[in-house]
């Protein structure tokens, strides 16, 4: 049976539960299995499956406005999802490298179990493989199979993923790099409770260990030469900029709901009236709506293009993913500078929804390789 796409009011039904729970879990920085459950429950895990395995078959668009909804409630929920439809909407393309029957059989357990999946690729020593260098994670040949062993840090999700994408060089005499496929059912792989950060802290992005782990030969589905990586996918790009600069502009309209309520309720006494009343807060939210607006047509824009089958080039992409999420971040910033104290205290949203907002940098790609790269071709290196 083919699942539905889920409507936008389920996925406002749903944010506004998370935003309910969102809190706590920043607080604990417990993982969200409850948020998961009810993605699983509504169809959304399946959402980017294609028709023909039962899922969504959603394109990026669609895509894109759920993970801003979820976003605004709970954004290391969001995070999660947003992994997990990047990597069907990517391994099911008619170009994927990815074999077929695995392929699909991972888009299978996404429509009928609700399987998590997300790559892990930074490396303690190598940080983010897509500023260059080998991964320190081995593939060993093992007959017909292979064995991993490694670390990776930041894997986000890692106590509930049922598959990893692991990104790791071979050890063969001209070693080759790229993706392995990892069950996290396999014996030898352990997670190390690492994630204590300022933002998204219910998203788990732990370290996972991989001792002498046991792949079959078909799961490793992407391997190539060094070279071969070195040019980036625009479709892929497109998918991957769009989803996080989606999920952060969500924060940002949540922040700014959570501000125009503030400033309709607070009364001080030497005014006598809302502060909603001052054209000083008119100019100042009316800022925050125009960035909101620009992020709007930006993230329309590249998706109906990318749905098109026309995704721009991946500077591009890079361009409209760190536009957006500037904007989402002075559109916080903005709010917790006028809110004064109020805007700092954990009593009230905004806080967690700066600390939030501000993980936007450091997702790939950063603000300063999207400027470097521009500045280069610019001037024709």
């Known amino acids: 049976m083919t699942i539905a796409v889920p409507p936008a009011a389920v996925a406002c039904a749903l944010a506004e539960r998370f935003a309910a729970e969102a809190s706590e879990l920043d607080r604990s920085g417990a993982f969200p299995h409850a948020n998961i459950a009810a993605l699983r429950a509504a169809g959304f895990l399946g959402l980017t499956v294609p028709r023909r395995l039962g899922g969504g078959g959603a394109g990026l668009a669609l895509s894109a406005e759920a993970v801003g909804r979820i976003g605004a409630g709970e954004p290391a929920t969001a995070l999660v999802l947003a992994m997990t439809l990047l990597h069907h909407a990517v391994i099911h393309r008619d170009d994927s490298p990815w074999p077929r029957l695995v392929a699909d059989a991972v888009g299978r357990d996404a429509v009928t179990r609700g399987t998590l999946i997300n790559a892990l690729r930074v490396e303690p020593e190598l940080g983010t493989p897509a500023r260059g260098g080998l991964p320190a994670t081995i593939a060993r040949r093992d007959g017909a199979g292979w064995r991993i062993t490694g670390r990776k840090i930041y894997a986000t999700g890692a106590p509930a993923l049922g598959y990893g994408v692991v990104f790791a060089r071979t050890d063969e005499a001209e070693p080759r790099i790229g993706n392995l496929l990892v069950p996290f059912d396999a014996p030898g792989i352990r997670i190390v409770e690492t994630w204590d950060h300022l933002g998204l802290r219910a998203s788990a992005s732990h370290d996972v260990v991989f001792e002498d782990v046991p792949v079959s030969g078909d799961h490793a589905v992407d391997l190539r030469p060094p070279e071969a990586w070195r040019k980036p996918d625009s479709w892929q790009q497109a998918w991957s900029c769009t989803l996080i600069a989606a999920l952060y502009d969500g924060v940002a309209r949540a ?73 989402a971040i002075a559109v916080v910033q903005q709010a917790a500078e006028l809110c004064g104290n109020a805007g700092l205290s954990r009593r009230n949203p905004l806080e967690r929804h700066l600390r939030d907002v501000l993980c936007a940098r450091i997702h790939w790609p950063q603000g300063d390789a999207v400027r470097a790269a521009a500045g280069r071709a610019a001037f024709g290196a």
Do not use: M
């Open 255 to 327: 922040a700014q709901a959570w501000f125009i309520g503030f400033l309709r309720a607070r009364v001080p006494g030497s005014l006598g009236a809302p502060l909603a009343s001052l054209p000083r807060f008119h100019d100042a939210v009316g800022e925050c709506e125009r960035l909101l607006a620009v992020n709007a047509r930006l993230l329309a824009g590249l998706a109906a293009e990318t749905d098109g089958g026309r995704p721009p080039p991946p500077q591009d992409s890079g361009f409209v993913k760190l536009t957006v999420t500037e904007n």
